[in-house]
């Protein structure tokens, strides 16, 4: 049978063996949600950056540029990193670079896995429809909060464990603490997650709306996928 494990930090990526396995990288506050959104709503593809200078660059190439350090804008950007932002399929037709604080960074450490997928609540049963079809072991990889682990991230981590669990064996432990942290949680996700470090964090920006629409399970039923340097939907 296939395996699934949960990586629950990217300080703990180095113990992982990506070889031929699919990772679902997951940053639920904000960045794959507002990767999943931008997609869903007329974005050609992404190309996303762990470094800020980098990013900026791909504005002289006709790209949008998208980026938040901490939470924030990085000044000077065109966007942040909200997913609301891009409901309105204003950007429809255009390629976007990005950079955040942690979701660009965990795609970044991921390469020389088979795919890496895009995953986030609210494409969450996409996903699990996507892993199931694939003929091999997967890694969901949270991004956490700079090395740190995170609620959101573990909860998502868990619902998709949930899910896919009559097709796939649990590698290890973390597989079996995120379901758990999903079963206490699954009847109000977003009382559960009042609490948690990063969405007190967002909510002080100012940002429950954008919290609210990350926590909506399955509103979009797109997995994007890393082809070479861009994400896109196949």
Same mark, same amino acid.
């Given at each position: 049978?296939?395996?699934? =494990?949960?990586? $629950?930090?990217?300080? %703990? !990526?180095? %113990? +992982?063996?990506?070889?031929?396995?699919?990772?679902?990288?997951? =940053?639920? $506050?904000?960045?794959?949600?507002?990767?999943?959104?931008?997609?869903?709503?007329?974005?050609?593809? !992404?190309?996303? +950056?762990? &470094?800020?200078?980098?990013?900026?660059?791909?504005?002289?190439?006709?790209?949008?540029?998208? @980026?938040?350090?901490? @939470?924030? !804008?990085?000044?000077?950007?065109? %966007?942040?990193?909200?997913?609301?932002?891009?409901?309105?399929?204003? *950007?429809?037709?255009?390629?976007?670079?990005?950079?955040?604080?942690?979701?660009? $960074?965990?795609?970044?450490?991921?390469?020389?896995?088979?795919?890496?997928?895009?995953?986030?609540?609210?494409?969450?049963?996409?996903?699990?429809?996507?892993?199931?079809? /694939? &003929?091999?072991?997967?890694?969901?990889?949270?991004?956490?909060?700079?090395?740190?682990?995170? %609620?959101?991230?573990?909860?998502?981590?868990?619902?998709?464990?949930?899910?896919?669990?009559?097709?796939?064996?649990?590698?290890?432990?973390?597989?079996?603490?995120?379901?758990?942290? +999903?079963?206490?949680?699954?009847?109000?996700?977003?009382? *559960? $997650?009042?609490?948690?470090?990063?969405? &007190?964090?967002?909510?002080?920006?100012?940002?429950?709306?954008?919290?609210?629409?990350?926590?909506?399970?399955? /509103?979009?039923?797109?997995?994007?996928?890393?082809?070479?340097?861009? !994400?896109?939907?196949?």
């Amino acid at each position: 049978m296939k395996k699934i =494990d949960v990586c $629950l930090s990217p300080e %703990l !990526i180095k %113990l +992982y063996d990506l070889k031929n396995k699919v990772v679902v990288i997951v =940053d639920v $506050l904000r960045a794959s949600s507002t990767m999943v959104t931008a997609l869903a709503n007329g974005i050609t593809h !992404i190309r996303p +950056y762990s &470094n800020i200078d980098a990013c900026e660059e791909m504005r002289n190439s006709g790209y949008l540029i998208a @980026g938040e350090r901490g @939470g924030d !804008i990085i000044k000077g950007f065109d %966007l942040g990193n909200s997913p609301l932002k891009f409901l309105q399929e204003k *950007y429809f037709g255009e390629k976007l670079a990005m950079t955040t604080t942690n979701g660009t $960074l965990a795609i970044k450490l991921s390469k020389g896995a088979s795919k890496i997928i895009i995953g986030g609540m609210i494409n969450l049963e996409a996903v699990a429809n996507f892993i199931n079809n /694939q &003929n091999k072991d997967v890694i969901i990889f949270c991004a956490g909060w700079k090395g740190k682990v995170n %609620l959101e991230d573990t909860l998502f981590a868990g619902a998709l464990v949930d899910r896919v669990s009559e097709n796939f064996e649990l590698e290890c432990d973390a597989s079996m603490v995120a379901r758990a942290v +999903y079963s206490e949680a699954k009847n109000d996700i977003i009382g *559960y $997650l009042k609490n948690s470090s990063h969405v &007190n964090r967002l909510a002080k920006l100012g940002i429950i709306k954008d919290i609210e629409f990350c926590l909506t399970p399955d /509103q979009f039923d797109i997995v994007p996928e890393l082809d070479g340097d861009n !994400i896109m939907v196949r």
